[in-house]
């Protein structure tokens, strides 16, 4: 993954990943509605496992969509994933530059999973 800051806000980072394959997953759960979605987990031996995204990041784009539309839930951002093909860019806010406070509730069965969470 190729990771770099843009307009020099360190708090703003674009996260680019190849996905070699259409059902190539990049390995990161996400929860929220109402375009405020956020990073729930991430698997570390995925494409974004190894980039600058963290637990609590809020995603504010994938690829040229806004994440950050009233409309956008985290299912919503996780098919714009699962059906990229080719390079996938994340781009993300760090936890600490939009809330230190935000508490990202990771589910713990599978119902909450279901119910709260997508992943991509």
Request: aromatic share 4%; hydrophobic share 40%; glycine share 8%.
């Amino acid at each position: 993954a190729v990771r770099n800051f843009q307009g020099g806000n360190p708090g703003v980072v674009w996260n680019h990943a190849v996905k070699p394959r259409l059902d190539t997953t990049v390995g990161i759960y996400m929860t929220g509605t109402d375009g405020n979605i956020f990073v729930a987990n991430i698997m570390k031996n995925e494409l974004l496992g190894h980039a600058l995204v963290e637990v609590g990041d809020r995603i504010l784009a994938i690829n040229e969509d806004d994440c950050c539309a009233f409309y956008m839930n985290c299912h919503e951002a996780a098919l714009l994933l699962r059906t990229s093909e080719g390079g996938v860019l994340i781009v993300t806010e760090a936890k600490a530059s939009t809330n230190p406070r935000i508490d990202v509730k990771i589910p713990t069965t599978a119902a909450e999973e279901e119910e709260e969470v997508a992943t991509a």
